[in-house]
């Protein structure tokens, strides 16, 4: 799994951010547009049905926050390592049985509640944002990209 994250993170962070980087970009801008093409593959899975918006906000916010930390680090490195954990994390705890990463999950749900999931996206966003932006010695990312 982790070759597999690695590869997308390359993708998208490494080829696709690149070519929006153009020095007159703002960071929310790159990672808005980041977080929707890293959404629109994503909404072929299988365990997308129905509505797409929550879907859509689920992948996409995910993808706006390793958008955000890799512009805001210069770095890969904690998008890769951050899709590689949850990707884990999620085939190892909980997962739907018809789920595009089908793996021995401790729980397994008939389909993703994407309600929820969404929320929880979202809401972890500027909580990681700042998490990380702490760790490496900046006192408020979120503020100083304003």
Known sequence: MPIQT???????RGWIQQRLENGRRSIWVVSIIGGVLFALPHLGNPEVSGNLLLPILG???TG???????MRDQSMGLAV??????NILAGLLVSSADSALPA???WVTPEIQWGPAAFFSILFIPLFIWLTGKW???QNPIVEAL
């Open 136 to 138: 490496r010695g900046k």
């Open 6 to 12: 690695t590869a997308e993170e390359v993708f998208y």
């Open 64 to 70: 706006f926050m390793f958008t955000w930390v890799t």
């Open 104 to 106: 021995a999950s401790l």
């Open 81 to 86: 390592g951050a899709h590689a954990a949850n």
């Open 59 to 61: 992948y996409g916010s």
